[in-house]
């Protein structure tokens, strides 16, 4: 009894314990993309030169799924076409983000030093108790995205990469014509460049996913804790937070969003032009592929299109976030106590204000917002309803021909 009263006292960690350390270096070394991050020389070279190997591999295995989705769209059924394109757009998304991983891996690592440096001077002073139960909240919501993007990035990749093979399995000892012993050599060899291509596109479709992410939810972490002390600061008096600690802040904000700007927004692109493709050819295929679809085959088409569209809505959302904070700073920035200040601190405020107004667009030439994700799925619904129309109209053009017909 005493035991249980004195664990369920246990003071809550505290807020150093729960900052947001970041989880994703180790992991990008599954395939050796940050090679260079490491201390070892030999495993430097060791990761580096199956990096050499994966990358070339993966590109020649995304030349032919476009070669045979090309084929299938000229020669095959919409529905095995379908099938394609499911396979060969993600692949495209995913070299855009291997490129940006593999190229800009010092500007990644530069938004996630940036603000760790940051986030220590802020933790080294005064945070109030409302500032901190806003920033324990979003840690922990940021630990739930990226661990719900890894794991069911992983359980994804893994289930298509070893379906074929108990596919192939299960023939060969249940059905009474298996596949010949003398093929099975070849089978496996063409499995094996499938299956390590398919882990590699997963693994950087997830973890370049998991990691803006969790860089986004961190940029909006800092955003708060400028609006906290925006909304606190008094330039009539001295005080722990002055004008000089909000414009540094301010300033690194602004420069490292355009960083993250810059080195993402190709992939953003080809993510929102992949996610409308890929979910209006998912609504054909749930809609008109008939008895050519199994259950199984529907269940796992309907968890990807989910997860296109998560992922494509968080995108959004942290982009819209950003914006909309950036827009709240301006206010916060007009409401301080600038009024009896030196002419300097006001000419400093206004600056903020006028920069504060350009807010940055995720999307390069268009700006990314929830509208967006709005505008998308409303374009998806339409399509859905003009294949339901579509549809009725043939079998009402059927029934009509059966009535006519002499008997």
């Known amino acids: 009894m005493w035991k249980c009263w004195k664990k369920s006292s246990a003071p809550p960690p505290s807020l150093k314990d729960e900052a947001w350390k970041w989880p994703h270096e180790s992991m990008m070394n599954w395939f050796g993309w940050w090679a260079e991050e490491l ?29 045979q989705t090309s084929n299938e769209f000229r020669q095959g059924t919409i529905i ?15 070299c855009f983000k ?3 991983i593999v190229r800009h891996r010092k500007s990644l690592k530069e938004i996630t030093n940036s603000m760790d440096v940051m986030m220590k001077g802020i933790l080294s002073r005064h945070i109030p108790e409302d500032l901190e139960k806003e920033m324990r909240s979003r840690w922990t919501g940021c630990r739930k995205l990226y661990k719900c993007c890894v794991y069911f990035g992983c359980s994804v990749t893994t289930h298509a990469s070893v379906t074929p093979l108990l ?12 596949l010949p012993f003398d093929s099975w050599p070849y089978f496996l060899m063409g499995y094996y460049f499938w299956a390590l291509n398919t882990f590699c596109i997963g693994h950087v479709l997830y973890m370049f996913d998991a990691t803006w992410f969790a860089m986004a939810d961190n940029l909006q972490i800092h955003f708060a804790v400028l609006k906290n002390y925006l909304e606190n600061l008094d330039l009539t008096k001295r005080s722990d937070v002055d004008l000089n600690l909000c414009l540094k802040n301010h300033m690194e904000l602004i420069r490292l969003c355009r960083i993250f700007r810059r ?29 050519e679809f199994t259950s ?47 002419k300097s601190q006001k000419t400093s405020i206004l600056n903020m204000m006028t920069i504060t107004r350009m807010e940055p667009k995720f999307c390069g030439i268009a700006s990314i917002d929830l509208d967006t994700f709005v505008n998308v799925m409303r374009g998806v619904y339409s399509y859905y309803n003009f294949l339901t129309a579509v549809d009725v109209g043939d079998e009402s053009e059927t029934s009509r021909t059966e009535v006519n017909e002499p008997l």
Not at 169 to 176: E, F, K, N, Y
């Open 80 to 94: 095995s076409t379908v099938k394609s394109a499911f396979v060969s757009g993600p692949s495209t998304v995913a």
């Open 296 to 342: 199984n085959d529907r269940g796992n088409l309907l968890s990807t299109l989910i997860y296109i569209a998560a992922v494509f809505f968080n995108y959004c959302r942290c982009a819209d976030n950003i914006a909309h904070q950036l827009d709240e700073l301006t206010t916060d920035c007009y409401s301080a106590q600038w009024v009896n200040a030196e």
């Open 39 to 67: 201390e070892r020389p030999l495993v430097v070279k060791l990761l580096q030169v199956m990096r050499a190997i994966l990358i070339p591999s993966h590109l020649i295995f995304y030349g032919s799924l476009l070669y």
């Open 263 to 291: 080195i993402s927004r190709t992939v953003i692109v080809t993510t929102r032009m992949c996610s409308m493709l890929l979910l209006c050819a998912g609504t054909f295929v749930l809609t008109s592929a008939g008895d």
């Open 167 to 178: 596919q192939t399995i299960a023939g060969a000892l249940l059905t009474d014509d298996p």
């Open 98 to 100: 291997l490129y940006v």
